[in-house]
């Protein structure tokens, strides 16, 4: 009662309180999951808005037809061609370009002949079945009509449209013959000279200083070089989530209690009983598979391939049981049911007769009648290897009614787990030249069983398998550790906490907003979306937790979209700034004219470069030097060229031989060869040209 008082007498406050509390539950309906509003757009290219919801829906319908994509690399893709059809549709529409009725079809064609709902009955697109299945599904799915349908006929529209505008662009790109004769001659004519080389490398970094301010200049002078999005550094340790020492000490324990009888009280009788271990009990399928986190499993393994802890079971007879031992993630205890020998190698050649249904299967006979012809041919052949082979060969060149096939050598050890179970199982348990049935996923086999060799000792055993897990008490004092080393944090050096917890600080420089991986780690979008937001500073650092541990995460480092700094860029331009010093002091060191005293004076020797053209401007043993090849095409024979400053150090050059190809009567075929290469080469680029031309916003980050 003294409680419902107090509520009474700040009844106004409540009020205020529960108004509050409403008001902020009405803000954040209106907002998405990481705050953002629900009708923010997702992004604007020029005057095309991308339309949130359709994007949603193009992502969702990407990743169900490419599983292994992940949400950002779907949602990339999707952008990139969102963008693309918006900066092109501006041009298609400036130049007029609609599609024809003519072009769209054609184009629905080819986009679903492969839609089984659009075929007849011989398999062939129809666009009478197409009209049919779209009309039905539009009265009993509308939803599918509108958002999947009209979408997707709309991006066929689209293509053809863009297809014509890339062959008007196209056609517009021709090669003269000039241009022809030109490409012919980079190709053709060649250079043979001498040259000196004085490489950067012969003058130590430590005489040639960078300041930064040089490396400011070499930025504001090559802008679009260094211009950079946001990017954020991190530091990071991951406490991984397994099994101490003492899980695996009562796992063990555990195990043991499973292999051999053990008495127990039984509640339901109020009796002590015996409990059947592995090693007495009779049904051991049974008993497996109500205890291990492993089905169980009656396939013979070679000796040679079973874990080590398990090998000695080569040395046991049938019926005996041994463990516990280790086997990767997993303690075990095993039954050996069984040996025998085991060819690991066998020889084998099929006839494989499919049926409508089976894996990869083109047939349209059933699977009765793929049985009864599978029969047939068996029949005819029974154990005569000539008419095998007579038939195989036959069906190995006419495979409308069964398919021969030589499989050659199958390995047991190796390229046996490729093949189906039943025709596996038919080559290991049947001896040499056996001929038979067997089934498999892909219909009915006749195989034949040519040779066989390696014999290998394996075993059959019955397995109880645990996987290795943390116990309560180890995820708790894990879980403890955690938090201790996130409060101490802040008042102490992350690496040297990361030392006292014996874990690895793992930094990762230059993450980007929509970047999803931090090496080492699975897929966590969570950490790099905390990293870019609004309030997380240089020093914060938060948990983050994953199915195998936890990540404590520390931001370094800030870099706000823009121009590079001078320390980000020091390394790129620092290496260019160097040498250009570093070849004014060679230039300064060579004061002779002749090739052979300047290679004396420079402590080097001549080279020769054979046959060099400017299409290729490769200099043995150096790499590509196009200024220096260039410099021999400008001189005559006989002519020692000036010093030429290249890209691995200072070069002298002396022509010792002119090629001129022989002229040609005319260079269509070169200039030809010329346009198209332009040509294919001009839509790529003229995309990415268009889209530096507009304003993009990109809102991905908000939203993913």
Do not use: C
């Amino acid at each position: 009662m003294a409680i419902l008082g107090k509520i009474r007498s700040q009844g106004l406050i409540l009020i205020l309180v529960i108004a509050l509390a409403l008001f902020a539950f009405i803000i954040q309906g209106l907002l998405t999951s990481n705050g953002a509003s629900k009708d923010a757009t997702l992004g604007v290219v020029g005057d095309s808005e991308i339309d949130r919801i359709a994007f949603s829906r193009r992502v969702e319908n990407m990743m169900q037809n490419s599983p292994n994509l992940s949400t950002v690399q779907a949602v990339n893709s999707v952008w990139n061609s969102e963008v693309r059809g918006a900066v092109l549709k501006a041009q298609i529409e400036a130049a007029g370009i609609d599609a024809s009725e003519e072009a769209i079809k054609e184009q629905i064609s080819r986009s679903f002949a492969g839609e089984v709902n659009f075929q007849d009955q011989n398999g062939q697109f129809s666009e009478v079945a197409m009209n049919t299945y779209v009309t039905n599904r539009k009265e009993t799915d509308p939803n599918w009509y509108n958002q999947i349908w009209l979408p997707a006929v709309a991006n066929i529209k689209d293509q053809v449209k863009q297809q014509q505008f890339f062959n008007l662009l196209k056609s517009g790109i021709i090669g003269t013959q000039a241009d022809g004769e030109l490409e012919y001659r980079l190709a053709n004519d060649t250079r043979t000279f001498n040259f000196v080389n004085v490489p950067y490398t012969t003058i130590a970094d430590s005489l040639v200083e960078v300041s930064k301010s040089e490396i400011q200049n070499y930025i504001s002078n090559h802008e679009s070089e260094f211009e950079v999005e946001a990017q954020r550094d991190v530091q990071y340790v991951f406490f991984e989530e397994k099994a101490s020492e003492e899980d695996k000490a009562k796992l063990r324990e555990d195990l043991l209690k499973l292999l051999y009888t053990q008495e127990a009280y039984n509640k339901a009788t109020k009796q002590r009983e015996d409990v059947l271990g592995l090693n007495d009990v009779t049904d051991v399928k049974e008993f497996v598979n109500a205890n291990s986190d492993i089905p169980y499993s009656d396939a013979f393994t070679l000796v040679s391939k079973l874990p080590a802890g398990a090998q000695v079971a080569g040395t046991y007879e049938a019926g005996k049981s041994f463990g516990p031992y280790v086997d990767g993630e997993y303690v075990k205890i095993s039954k050996l049911e069984a040996k025998k020998t085991i060819m690991d190698s066998v020889k084998n050649r099929h006839i494989l007769v499919s049926y409508n249904g089976a894996q990869r299967s083109t047939a349209t006979r059933t699977k009765e009648d793929a049985e009864k012809l599978a029969d047939s041919i068996l029949n005819t052949i029974g154990s005569n290897k000539s008419r095998y082979l007579s038939k195989w060969e036959y069906f190995k060149d006419n495979q409308e009614l069964a398919k021969g096939e030589d499989l050659g050598w199958t390995v047991y050890s190796g390229n046996a787990s490729s093949l189906a179970e039943g025709y596996r199982n038919f080559l290991f348990e049947n001896k040499e030249g056996t001929i038979g049935i067997a089934e498999s996923s892909f219909g009915y086999h006749i195989i034949y069983i040519e040779e066989t060799k390696n014999p290998l000792p394996a075993i059959q055993l019955a397995t109880v398998a645990k996987e290795l897990e943390a116990s309560k008490a180890t995820r708790k004092k894990l879980f403890t550790n955690v938090q201790k080393f996130q409060q101490a944090v802040n008042r102490e050096n992350f690496a040297d906490l990361a030392k006292e917890y014996k874990v690895t600080v793992n930094p990762v420089n230059s993450l980007k907003i929509l970047d999803e991986n931090l090496p080492g780690l699975e897929r966590n979008r969570a950490i790099v979306r905390w990293v870019f937001e609004e309030n997380t500073e240089v020093g914060d650092v938060d948990r983050f937790e994953t199915p195998t541990g936890y990540v404590l995460v520390q931001v370094t480092k800030k870099s706000e979209a823009g121009m590079m700094s001078p320390e980000d860029a020091s390394l790129t331009v620092t290496p260019i700034l160097r040498n250009k010093k570093k070849a004014a002091l060679i230039l300064d060191k060579i004061t002779a004219s002749d090739i052979n005293e300047i290679a004396k004076n420079q402590n080097t020797t001549v080279r020769t470069a054979a046959a060099v053209n400017r299409k290729s401007p490769m200099i043995p043993g150096v790499g590509e030097e196009p200024v220096v090849v260039g410099t021999a095409f400008g001189i005559a024979e006989g002519a020692t060229s000036k010093p030429v400053i290249g890209e691995k150090g200072v070069f002298v050059v002396k022509v010792t031989g002119i090629e001129k190809a022989p002229d040609l009567q005319n260079y269509t075929s070169d200039a030809n060869e010329l346009a198209q290469r332009t040509a294919n080469a001009a839509t790529s680029q003229l995309v990415e040209a268009l889209k530096k031309s507009m304003k993009i916003t990109d809102n991905r980050a908000t939203f993913y």
